[in-house]
């Protein structure tokens, strides 16, 4: 059974950087798609960014492109999330959630099985 934890959320000002990690047990991630959904207090959860399988494609939501990059580090069985330029409209529980398959073009929470417990990302001065 795969088994996600995230960890690297924080406390950052505006403008600064967070490096988030969603770090897999159980199974190897190589060949799950892997995304990042973020929900903000009284707001729904919305997807931001998503690696594939084995075509190691990629998409972010238009408020994060430019400013996020989701990679993997493959010996560690991790998908990393790196945040620049953060904004206080990014504060939220960041989580990790991942499945077989290629990454829709769509983000849509359902399309996961395998979801991490989340970490808190805070962006404020």
């Known amino acids: 059974q795969l088994q996600l934890v995230e960890s690297g959320g924080g406390l950052v000002q505006p403008g600064g950087s967070l490096r988030l990690s969603c770090r897999a047990s159980g199974l190897t991630l190589d060949y799950y798609m892997v995304a990042w959904f973020r929900q903000a207090p009284g707001k729904e959860r919305e997807g931001v960014s998503c690696i594939s399988g084995s075509t190691r494609t990629t998409n972010y939501a238009g408020s994060v492109k430019g400013r996020f990059t989701i990679s993997r580090d493959n010996p560690e069985n991790t998908v990393i999330l790196q945040m620049n330029s953060l904004k206080p409209e990014d504060t939220a529980v960041y989580y990790c959630?991942?499945?077989?398959?290629?990454?829709?073009?769509?983000?849509?929470?359902?399309?996961?099985?395998?979801w991490g417990q989340g970490t808190q990302v805070t962006v404020s001065s």
């Open positions: 959630a991942a499945d077989r398959g290629q990454c829709p073009v769509e983000f849509y929470e359902g399309r996961y099985t395998n």
